[in-house]
């Protein structure tokens, strides 16, 4: 272990503040090294390969291993500090927080439902950057209606064999690791006959096609498997039970990553706000509604932390956050194009290309991790206990 490492040991018990200054101190340090080494959004390829290096960089210096379990390369303490990390990296604008979250998404259920074994091998590298992981879940005509996915998983041997096509895989034409929601029992039988297994990208019959999106972000993919063998050790939790992993996955999706997202969209609205006329009536008014929003989800996200640091992961309750995190969003970028009109659609400049896929990207907060008609559905059917509409 390094002298670095037992240095930041103590903050195993150390309160969040300290642990925040200390980091602070740290990213001051590196700051050269932690700048993104490009202006505008950058792309996929770009983006990833940043943050590969700036995981490398923490993990050796032990800041990526705090509040992550030991059994799998974490050094302990509180998951809130993992929520500062995320903070202050994507609050300086070092890493993007779409990607850097994937970490917290994917993370948490391998150590809750693989087996141990294999969360050992496989959390350290991902949690170092030297692997991406992605989330094959939804499919043609298996999005908001994820029980009824086609996908199957049939028992060969010891193993399994996978067959069917995944649809908006972010990430997967650069990841080593996809987490795949397969059938295992007949046709019918919903979310009760779903398995969940950890499956290799380079496994043979996998292919992936990057797909284009009118937000020019090249992060998605459709992702095919055709007869691809997985052993039986990559099934993740028992067979049957892949709903209870996915509700797992999900209800990090849709809450716990917005802290440090809250964090990314104050560090773009402090740059809208230094770039607006004060006499801009309507550029004002939609900085000041996009602050009380952003305000609002980090009020809430504030108390999901905690929530989590607890060990109280919610599932329905996630789902507040994940629609207070849609308005936030578009807020901010909204009032980007306010304050830059015609440059977000038109210029060529790296400014105009950094919030031009922002403002698209940020059309889609009300469609990833689930839709906001189906997050209020489930606050209203699991929260407030409403009626059905018949
Ligand atoms: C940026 C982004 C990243 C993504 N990344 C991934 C990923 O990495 N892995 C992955 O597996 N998936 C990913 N997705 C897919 C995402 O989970 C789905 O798009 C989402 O669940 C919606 O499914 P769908 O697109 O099939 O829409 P549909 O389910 O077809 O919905 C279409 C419309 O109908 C509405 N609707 C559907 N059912 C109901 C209902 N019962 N009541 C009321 N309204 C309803 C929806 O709200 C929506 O407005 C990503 C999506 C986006 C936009």
Redesign the pocket.
């Given at each position: 272990m390094s002298d670095r490492i037992e240095e930041h040991r103590v903050f195993g018990t150390a309160s969040t503040a300290e642990f925040r200054d200390s980091l602070l101190a740290w990213i001051d340090r590196h700051r050269a090294e932690l700048e993104p080494p490009y202006r505008d959004h950058g792309t996929t390829e770009q983006l990833l390969s940043h943050q590969r290096r700036v995981q490398r960089l923490l993990f050796d210096e032990g800041w990526m291993r705090w509040g992550w379990p030991t059994e799998v390369g974490g050094l302990g303490g509180s998951p809130l500090l993992r929520a500062v990390l995320g903070e202050q990296l994507t609050g300086r604008g070092l890493v993007h927080s779409a990607a850097f979250s994937m970490t917290e998404v994917l993370g948490p259920a391998v150590i809750e439902y693989a087996p141990a074994p294999l969360a050992a091998d496989v959390v350290p590298p991902m949690l170092r950057g030297d692997e991406t992981w992605?989330?094959?879940?939804?499919e043609p005509e298996a999005?908001?209606?994820l029980g009824s996915l086609r996908t199957t998983a049939v028992r060969d041997g010891a193993g399994w064999i996978l067959q069917g096509q995944?649809l908006?895989?972010?990430w997967a034409h650069h990841a080593a690791r996809c987490i795949v929601l397969a059938r295992t029992e007949g046709p019918g039988t919903g979310s009760r006959g779903i398995s969940c297994f950890f499956v290799d990208m380079d496994s043979p019959g996998i292919r992936v096609r990057p797909l284009d999106t009118m937000a020019g972000v090249d992060e998605?993919c459709e992702t095919f498997f055709d007869d691809v063998r997985v052993p039986a050790d990559r099934l993740l939790g028992t067979q049957g039970n892949g709903w209870q992993v996915a509700q797992h996955i999900l209800a990090c999706e849709r809450g716990p990553i917005f802290w440090q997202r809250a964090s990314w969209l104050l560090h773009h609205l402090e740059e809208i706000a230094g770039m607006a006329e004060a006499s801009d009536v309507a550029a004002q008014r939609l900085i000041g509604s996009a602050f009380a929003e952003v305000s609002a989800l980090r009020a809430r996200s504030r108390s999901t932390q905690r929530q989590v640091a607890a060990g109280n992961l919610r599932a329905a309750e996630s789902s507040v956050d994940k629609i207070l995190i849609a308005a936030a969003d578009q807020a901010v970028f909204d009032a980007a194009r306010q304050v830059l009109p015609g440059v977000v659609e038109l210029d060529d400049s790296p400014l105009a290309d950094r919030y031009r896929k922002e403002w698209a990207?940020s059309r889609?907060a009300t469609?990833?991790?689930?839709?906001s008609?189906?997050q209020r559905?489930i606050v209203a059917s699991r929260l407030l206990n409403l009626p059905k509409v018949p």
């Open positions: 992605c989330q094959g879940f939804s999005g908001s209606d995944k908006w895989t972010s998605f990207y889609a469609i990833y991790g689930g839709t008609e189906i559905d």
